[in-house]
């Protein structure tokens, strides 16, 4: 070997060094944070910032956790979640634990959370003490009911409740069991496909009270606000992807929840994802004026013993 082919081989050892050393350097600079998320449709741009690289991209590494919403609390407290995406009256009773903050308005349910009851069941006042699958209580399809049922002269008290989650619930009502079920899509979707078992009496077309935002605990946002900034601005890019490439983004999105591209795209039909224009709304108004009504009802259903401060469970600033 000639010393040019020698140099030659060298200054390749070199630039592969140097270039690995690059790459570890910035791999290293991602801000690692652990998001509790659930299946629910609304989720799916979270879903697609990861699978697709946005997060990454925008400098965080990201590990999204399949956590059921009753169970996210637990995961929050205990430090393996620094973030979570659930509803906005969720930060009502989450904040009387843990200090977590909303950073962006995710989305809005359109008709994609529902009351699904037998055929025989024309009205709210044909459920009482009828039995209704349902989750948890502090959980948002508790939650939902109980404003449904608020709104029309009757409280939780006035029917029976069978405590499952979105899914089960759903998978019960199709195979016959209970009277109602409270869910959401994309398990809402399969009430839809039944329509021998029962029909839907409400959705959030009639009663628009369930949104979704991203939170995170309050000392991580203070330690990592390049890191918060990164996560809105990724949200707000898988959007434009979505946007640019539906066919892709959905069926990116769906293989989650084992649903095809199409049929996802069906689900979403049902909510809205949320704009930057909505989120300055959302900030400076709305968000206020529902956790002022979420919160009453919640004191009235025993969910909460007494309220926090709204504004300690919000921080808008993210929003450019």
């Known amino acids: ?40 449709t609304g989720f799916g741009p979270l879903v697609l910032a990861d699978k697709a690289g946005i997060f990454k991209k925008n400098g965080v590494d990201v590990d999204l956790k399949m956590i059921p919403q009753k169970d996210r609390l637990l995961s929050i407290a205990s430090g393996s979640l620094q973030c979570a995406a659930t509803t906005v009256e969720t930060y009502i009773p989450w ?23 037998r055929n025989g069941i024309k009205s709210f006042k044909d459920l009482k003490g009828k039995t209704i699958g349902v989750d948890a209580k502090g959980t948002t399809s508790y939650f939902t009911l109980a404003w449904m049922l608020k709104k029309n002269g009757m409280s939780m008290k006035d029917v029976q409740l069978n405590t499952m989650s979105p899914s089960a619930a759903a998978q019960a009502f199709v195979a016959g069991q209970n009277d ?76 989650v929840v084992k649903q095809t591209g199409p049929e996802f795209a069906q689900s979403a039909k049902y909510l809205r994802w949320q704009t930057k224009a909505d989120n300055r709304q959302f900030f400076h108004g709305v968000l206020q004026n529902f956790s002022k009504q979420a919160g009453k009802i919640m004191l009235e259903e025993g969910i909460v013993p007494r309220l926090p401060k709204i504004e300690d469970t919000y921080d808008g600033q993210f929003i450019k």
Not at 16 to 21: C, D, Q, V
Not at 97 to 114: E, T
Not at 208 to 224: R, T
């Open 95 to 117: 904040d009387l634990r843990v200090h977590l903050k909303q950073i962006v308005m995710l989305d809005k349910s359109y008709g994609a959370d529902g009351l699904a009851v």
């Open 180 to 255: 109602a079920a409270m869910t959401y899509e994309p398990y809402l979707s399969e009430i839809r496909d039944h329509p021998k078992a029962g029909h839907i009496l409400a959705t959030t077309l009639q009663y628009p009270i369930v949104m979704d935002s991203l939170g995170c605990q309050s000392d991580w946002l203070k330690k990592h606000p390049k890191a918060a900034q990164a996560l809105v601005n990724s949200y707000f890019d898988a959007l434009k992807m979505i946007h640019k490439q539906p066919k892709k983004s959905y069926a990116i999105m769906g293989s």
């Open 1 to 40: 070997m000639t010393d040019r082919q020698k140099q030659v081989k060298l200054s390749g050892y070199l630039l592969a060094l140097l270039g690995g050393l690059m790459y570890t350097t910035q791999a290293s600079a991602n801000t690692p944070v652990a998001i509790g998320i659930s299946g629910w």
